[in-house]
């Protein structure tokens, strides 16, 4: 997903920006060997047996689920967070939340916290574009800034964090993390972290915001975001979670029970038992590892340069030289990806490479690029 010039849609957003790579699928796939597609992120792996189970165990679920999510997946989200970043801080009762996926979260984040005319939300200069949407919705002003110096005099009343980063896998260090998080209290802000990646780190050490060297050991005005489409091919399941702040959480789980924001029963028994069992995880880490160090290898040999990418699920790779110019010389050889301007003018001379692929699809495209 990203941000292009286009002809403003409804509430004046921007166009949806992936009809602009049209032309380049259609120029990729006309590749003697096929398309290979690394420009989504979308999960190609199998859903773990865990999760399928306990969908099917759960499918008689005649009865409206709440809100709040059962106990059991609260309990499970809680747990996941202290056996795999030892953070004991989030109380299941109050300090967890599921959420339809998270992009709904993140793009409603600032209507459900009341945000509105004259307020300001904070996002990275490089970044998910969702953010940027979300603040629009709620009739606030979106800022794109990577420090609190940047930032000079806004008091923002919202601070979106993301890392590790979409698009350039950037993994922000607990220092930068308190730093911004002590900023923002400072002016009475919210600071909320989008983590879904925090399972894939590479070449730095994930640190979350409800880590006590992060937030001081207290969650106060904060929330973290986490899904698990990438760490458990569910993205299909559209199950997500907030943790964090209770008197936060509290106020979202209100708003979202008036606008029937719930996640259905057996998509809550499927995330609960994805959430306890980490050995998929683990071995999905290692295919992306894999994948990782094929792409990596092949696009260094045909004379790309790898910036970033510590994290995350993607390369953010440059040819220094405008970035559909790069988009085109990947299509001529069959292998789509995303411009790196649809995530911020940063990325005008980046592409992002998604490891998203098979291990058949990604062998392929990095035989065409060796073949250079």
């Known amino acids: 997903m990203g941000d292009v010039a286009g002809t403003a849609g409804p509430l004046n957003l921007p166009a949806f920006p992936w009809d602009s790579l049209v032309p380049y699928r259609e120029r990729a796939h006309a590749h003697p060997d096929g398309l290979v597609d690394l420009s989504v992120g979308t999960p190609v792996d199998p ?3 865990v999760a399928r189970e306990a969908l099917a165990a759960a499918a008689d679920a005649p009865g409206y689920p709440t809100t709040q999510g059962t106990a059991a997946v609260r309990a499970a989200a809680a747990g996941w967070l202290r056996r795999r970043f030892g953070i004991g801080t989030v109380d299941p009762d109050g300090g967890v939340l599921p959420s339809i996926g998270s992009k709904e979260l993140v793009a409603w ?3 459900l916290l009341g ?4 307020d300001v939300v904070v996002h990275p200069e490089l970044a998910y ?11 606030a002003r979106p800022v794109a800034a ?14 979106w964090l993301n890392s590790p980063a979409n698009p350039h896998g950037a993994v922000l260090p607990a220092e930068h993390l308190a730093k911004m998080v002590a900023w923002a209290r400072e002016r009475g802000a919210i600071v909320a972290a989008d983590e879904c990646y925090l399972e894939f780190c590479w070449e730095a050490e994930p640190v ?12 106060d005005g904060i929330l973290a975001v986490h899904s698990l489409s990438k760490r458990s091919n569910l993205a299909g399941y559209r199950a997500g979670f907030v943790a964090g702040d209770p008197v936060l959480l509290d106020k979202l789980l209100q708003v979202r029970r008036h606008a029937g924001m719930m996640m259905p029963a057996p998509v809550q028994a499927a995330m609960a038992a994805a959430l306890d069992d980490d050995r998929h995880v683990d071995e999905q880490r290692e295919r992306y590892l894999r ?3 094929t792409l990596h290898a092949a696009l260094t040999s045909a004379g790309f340069r790898i910036d970033h990418s510590a994290g995350s699920l993607y390369l953010w790779a440059s040819r220094d030289e405008p970035c559909w110019d790069t988009v085109g010389w990947l299509a001529d050889r069959g292998i789509l990806v995303a411009p790196g301007e649809y995530y911020g003018p940063p990325g005008r001379s980046h592409v992002r490479v998604a490891l998203t ?8 495209a990095a035989e065409r690029l060796r073949g250079v």
């Open 47 to 49: 859903t773990p047996q």
């Open 357 to 364: 692929a098979t291990d058949d699809q990604i062998t392929a």
């Open 115 to 118: 945000l509105g005319a004259g």
């Open 129 to 139: 574009p969702t953010y940027d949407i979300g603040a629009r919705l709620a009739g």
């Open 146 to 159: 990577d420090s609190s110096v940047a930032l000079g005099p806004e008091r923002p009343a919202l601070v």
């Open 208 to 219: 979350s915001v409800l880590d006590p060297a992060v937030n001081g050991g207290s969650l």
């Open 291 to 293: 994948r990782r160090t």
């Open 109 to 111: 984040l600032p209507t």
